[in-house]
Every structure is written in structure tokens, then in C-alpha cells.
């Protein structure tokens, strides 16, 4: 070190403490910035990391990806409810934006379900399910493809407690013989697609007319964000994407109570 490279002399006390505080100032803002919240409590670094894990390594083992993500102190809550519904996400506008093949997006979305099947292995109840005597069929209609989304709901309703059955393009017929038998509290449809909105309606009108005891019959999905009017169509009882309200209506209801 030359002694130009030395602090000058002439600086007091108080002006180099200054820029000390204004250098601390500076790398705690960049690492704020780095951890900022993207959306939903989602951290950008951690995202980036998950997106390029699903999508670029040769061998995706989701025991150790979790493990990494954990490593960044997330709780398996955080991972179904926040990052492997954001990865989704961010897989689809890859795609739009012409970055990633549909191939791509296929092994990206296998491998987020996989992710969200080795996190609920480790979900705790926020609820017991003892307590909350609480039945509900998740369907998936025929033509429809978003499973994952539909197992991220699964996941955050059977924390809450909730018994959960996940029926993938079962026939409406089967499907109203289905609730005939278990009887569930709830029938939770998932819908992205207009063309899904007439078979969901036909099947609502054959549960009314056709099970003795119809359940509360409930709507959700990304159709919710481009269409109005949707409960009026389908003739569904409540249209939401927020399973705490599907939980709470059921209990309302008060066909089944929490500790009865």
C-alpha cells in the first residue's frame, strides 16, 4: 500500500465515521433488496434458485432441493404456499416469453409436484383432523390440466385439518355416484378454462337434482381473474380462492362443528 493509498490525514474523526455509515448504509440496502419480498413473502434469489433447480439440473432429487430450501430458513408451510405456486408461475411466462419449450414446462411442473409431495410429507397440522370434521372432494374436471395448483389447495386444506379426496377428470357421472356415497361437506371444483364452465355447470345441476344431501358446491381457479358472474353460470354455492373460506362456510353450516 503507497501512502496515497492511506486515508488522508486531514480527515477528523467524525467525516470518516460518516463514510463508514453511509458504506454500512449502502450493503444493508443491497441485501435488503436481495431478499425483498417478490410476492406472497416470495424472496427473488431463493425463486431464481428453485426455477433453475426444476428446470437445469440433470437429475432433480426433491428430498435434497428441499433441503436447500430449508436451508434458507423456510418452513414447509412456506414452501407449498408460496414458492412452488410463484415457480409455477414464473415456468409459465418462461414459456410465453418464448425462453422454455413446452417440454421444459412439462419437466418443470413434474418436478414442482414432486417438490410439493416431499414438503406435505411434512406438513403439520395447523389443526388437528380429529377436530375439524371436515370432508371435501377437490375435482379436477375432465380438460383441465393445472394438478398442481390443485395440489397446492389439497395441501394448505389437510393443514387446516381438513380430509381431502383429489378426483383428476373423473366422469360426471361417476363423480355425483361419488358424492351420492361419501357424502363430503364440500365439493371444491378447479377451473382455468372457459370451456370448463358448462361441464362444471352440468355437473352442479346433477348433484342438485340427483344427491339427497347436497354439499356445499364451491368454485375456484385462475378463471376467477378473467371472468364475472361465474356462481351466477355454474350455480355453484360460493366462488373463492381462499381455502379458509371454503373451512369456514363448511363449519357455518354447521353440518359438521369442530369438536363434535
Known amino acids: 500500500m503507497t501512502e496515497n493509498d492511506l486515508p488522508s490525514r486531514s480527515k477528523t474523526s467524525a467525516e ?5 455509515d453511509r458504506l454500512a448504509t449502502h450493503v444493508i440496502s443491497v441485501l435488503q433488496q436481495r431478499q425483498a419480498p417478490y ?7 431463493i ?21 436447500e430450501l430449508r436451508g434458507f430458513r423456510l418452513n414447509v408451510d412456506t414452501i407449498i404456499d408460496n414458492y412452488v405456486p410463484m415457480a409455477a408461475k ?52 375432465e380438460g383441465e390440466q393445472h394438478f398442481l395448483g390443485a395440489s397446492v389447495v389439497a395441501a394448505q386444506l389437510r393443514r387446516m385439518g381438513v380430509q381431502v ?25 378447479t377451473c382455468g378454462r372457459t370451456a370448463g364452465l358448462a361441464t362444471i355447470a352440468q355437473t352442479v345441476f346433477s348433484i342438485r337434482q340427483r344427491v339427497s344431501e347436497v354439499p356445499l358446491l364451491v368454485l375456484g381457479g385462475s378463471i376467477l381473474e378473467t371472468h364475472a358472474d361465474i356462481k351466477e353460470t355454474t350455480g355453484v354455492d360460493l366462488v373463492t380462492n381462499t381455502p379458509t373460506d371454503v373451512l369456514s362456510r363448511c363449519l357455518k353450516q354447521g353440518r359438521r362443528r369442530i369438536g363434535s
Open 90 to 141: 414464473e415456468l409459465g411466462e418462461l414459456w410465453v416469453q418464448s425462453k422454455i419449450d413446452f417440454a421444459q414446462v412439462t419437466i418443470g411442473a413434474l418436478r414442482l409436484q414432486s417438490l410439493l409431495t416431499e414438503a406435505a410429507d411434512e406438513v403439520v397440522f395447523l389443526t388437528p383432523p380429529q377436530a375439524v370434521d371436515v370432508t371435501m372432494v377437490l375435482v379436477v374436471p
Open 16 to 20: 470518516f465515521a460518516s463514510g463508514t
Open 47 to 67: 425463486l431464481d434458485y428453485l426455477v433453475r433447480a426444476i428446470l437445469y439440473q440433470p437429475e432433480f432429487e426433491a428430498e435434497l432441493v428441499q433441503a
Open 165 to 189: 379426496c383429489s378426483v383428476f377428470a373423473e366422469p360426471g357421472d361417476d363423480l355425483v355416484r361419488r358424492i351420492s356415497a361419501e357424502m363430503p361437506d364440500a365439493v371444491m371444483f
Open 39 to 45: 410476492q406472497a413473502g416470495v424472496r427473488q434469489f
